[in-house]
């Protein structure tokens, strides 16, 4: 068994980019609880998508109200540790994202036990404004609960960023400081087959995993730490090649939500290459930096596409024990390696 190490050294400084998808976030959790209970890292940036934003947000949220210093250290690990418990709790409360599509047209249609039969035909037919026209998201009122965004806005370190998908033109939106509200973040999560687009100043957004999945830029170029690990939950590779109609659908989603990140990463290593061999200056534009990686490897690439709007206690639980279990390997393979050498390596053709 692992046995966290008591801190003796000053802690490392990290930055960490966070993947979204679904509630496979809760294996993010997992990662971050085991990191929070290590100690010895700080970290300079969390940037995250979708659910790696809610992620982002309740790490960041143990550093309000503790100033910086050594003697706050244990503080705000274990008031981050329990506010993204109580995210993640909340989540579970709130049910599966079908669940939430169900009882919406339950409260639309109001019928009985006929009328589920009625919400699954109509539902391919009917856009989210008329499913849902009172904008119905209980997950607004959960973080409005635990989240004080007005002090995530005057919050110099870590700094945060979430990311949403601008609709009209495609690009990534990256929200930080004062722009990062609550709005921002229903945004970064607004699937746009469940939920209504999300405007903000008249602008429309969809969830950030489609454009910027968790965003690395930012971290690159507005923070210090040339360190950035990434906590990957959308499976890189498959070793065995889909057939059916849903594995062929399943894997073609996994893609899409990869694609923005795996250019981030090869973008880096491409600038890394440069500046080693000396056709590049480093300077405040270009700096070398070291990726590193913690994914949920088979686990992950075993669970159906389905469980990732399956919020159910069991499987919030499992993906949790999974991440920290993931999170204690890395540290015991890799955690001399932070501030030395990069550990990611990406898969060639």
Partial sequence: MYTFPTP????????????????HGAFTWGVLDALLEDGRFDFDGISGASAGALNAIALAQGYLGHPPGDGERQAIRASAR????????????LGSVGA????????MLNTGMGGHMLQSAMAPWMSPAQMNPMDINPLRKLLAAHIDFEGLARLHSPRVFVSA????????????????????VMASTCLPMVFRTVEIDGEPFWDGGYS???????????????DILVVQINPLQRHETPHSQQDILDRVNELTFNASLLD???NVEFINHLIERGRMQEGEDYRRIRLHRIDGGQGLEDLPASSKVAADGDM?????NMGQDAAKHWLKRHFDDVGVRATLRLPKP
């Avoid at 329990?82 to 409360?93: D, K, M, P, Y």
């Avoid at 939430?100 to 409260?107: A, E, I, P, R």
């Fill in 8 to 23: 003796a050294e000053p802690p490392k400084r990290l930055s960490l980019a966070l993947q979204g998808g679904g509630a």
């Fill in 82 to 93: 329990q506010t993204l418990r109580q995210i993640w709790e909340g989540v579970v409360s």
């Fill in 100 to 107: 939430l599509t169900q009882s919406v047209m339950h409260m």
């Fill in 165 to 184: 998908t601008h609709v009209r033109t495609g690009l990534a939106k990256v929200f930080s400081g004062r722009q990062l509200d609550l709005q921002a």
């Fill in 212 to 226: 910027s999945n968790p965003p690395l830029v930012p971290l690159i170029k507005q923070c210090d730490a040339q």
């Fill in 264 to 266: 981030q990463m090869r």
């Fill in 316 to 320: 919030i639980e499992r993906l949790f």
